[in-house]
């Protein structure tokens, strides 16, 4: 099975900051990557799949990059919106795994 | 559009069972497999296997293997996953998603004595 390392498991910014997140694939996942992000109570929401395509009305200061086993996701300009807990998912041969996921405070 | 609705809110006692239920509409519900994922609380998201929903066929994660069964009623475009012999540690919120894009709102079990 394919492990997902994510990291960091917190992380604080203030207004404005540029803020990158990792995952490191146990395997070449051939950049099946997607990024997604969750706020209290609710269910995770779609950012970014194929590593680097953005869902459709996602704001362009989210960003993912990496091939291999090697991953990152930026938020560039973070806003207070964008306070939440985020996870990476591997969705390479039909199975699925999570990232420990990074939870964004602000500082 | 494209929707998931699951049951509401569980809450049983160790041993009993529990069946949940995702209702999709907005699109051919045998066109796209089912996916379950479950987070307990306070905790990162945890995928439990998916489902065929053209042959029914069920594939579970290897920590989901036993008591746990996807099942699927085709004709009401209706997604369930049954969990036997509770633990407290099934405690969790459970979604079943449609690719990588739709979730539904979750299911909140509670196992407790």
Known sequence: DIQMTQSPPSLSASLGDKVTITCQASQNINKYIAWYQQKPG???GLLIHYTSTLVSGIPSRFSGSGSGRDYSFSIS???SEDIASYYCLQYDNSTWTFGGGTKLELK | QIQLVQSGPELKKPGES?????KAS???FTDYAMHWV?????????WMGWINTYTGKPTYADDFKGRFVFSLEASASTANLQISNLKNEDTATYFCA?????WGQGVMVTVSS
């Open chain 2, 18 to 22: 529990v069946k949940i239920s995702c």
């Open chain 1, 42 to 44: 609710k269910a995770p």
């Open chain 1, 77 to 79: 300009n973070v806003e």
């Open chain 2, 38 to 46: 479950k987070q307990a609380p306070g905790k990162g998201l945890k």
């Open chain 2, 98 to 102: 449609r690719g990588g894009l739709w």
């Open chain 2, 26 to 28: 907005g699109y051919t």
